[in-house]
């Protein structure tokens, strides 16, 4: 399968987003909204509850299933306050020694004017910045896109995992052929150029585990990436906090190295 088949499997509309991992792999889920500064942003799902017996912060990007739950949601193109809600919720996590876990399926970072007006750049930042020394384990699952700063702004993790047919690049196909050719026609020779399939990331060391989709259905898609949580946290729940640190620090300074 070419990359920009993978980007359109990515996009389908039918693919799952953020609500059904949370709701197949969360028991007792209890959800917390807004920013405390100005709103709460649907793109962004977030809350409280447990991975199997251990309590969990976890933290959605949510997409929609119908017309007018995708409008309210902005089809998954989170606001500066979802961030802040984001980041809320991590701290959070930080204090009460809970891991984070992130799901990620996103074109991007909402980018209309009200955003920008509201902080859209310097949210992003701020995420990246207190991530990178937040001291508790972070997980981070690309499902479906994972656009531009909009997905890393949930991505500084310990552990970044990728479903097989997810999709993660600076930006779109679309976008790049556009810039580089003057013609989006080219998507599919831009997508190949961007090595932004999840395998290709795997090779980068962006991602650091890739779960198979052949064959299965989005259940037994979602029980595997389960079991691959909470085998990634079982280890990073034991470090010493200033080696999880270290180790998330020295694996965003080796990213792409061949």
Known sequence: MGAYEKVLKARNSNRPSGAFFVNRMITKFVEFHGDRRFSDDGAIVGGIGFLNDMPVTIIAMERGNDVNERIKRNFGCPSPEGYRKALRLMKQAEKFNRPVICIINSSGAYCGMGAEERGQG???????????????????????????????????????????NAVYSVISPEGCASILWKDSAKADEA????????????????????????????????????????????????????????????????????
């Open 122 to 164: 310097l949210a992003i930042a701020e995420n990246l910045m207190e991530m990178m020394t937040l001291k508790t384990p972070i997980i981070s699952v690309v499902t479906g896109e994972g656009g531009s700063g909009g997905a890393l702004a949930l991505s500084v993790a310990d552990s970044i995992i990728m479903l097989e």
């Open 191 to 258: 997508a190949e150029a961007l090595k932004l399939t999840a395998n290709d990331l795997y090779n980068f060391d962006v991602a650091d585990k890739v779960i198979e989709e052949e064959n299965m259905s989005y259940d037994e898609i979602c029980d595997n990436l389960k079991c691959e949580i909470l085998a990634e946290l079982s280890e990073l729940k034991d470090m010493p906090i200033d080696e999880l640190l270290e180790k998330r620090y020295q694996k965003y300074r080796n990213i792409g190295k061949l």
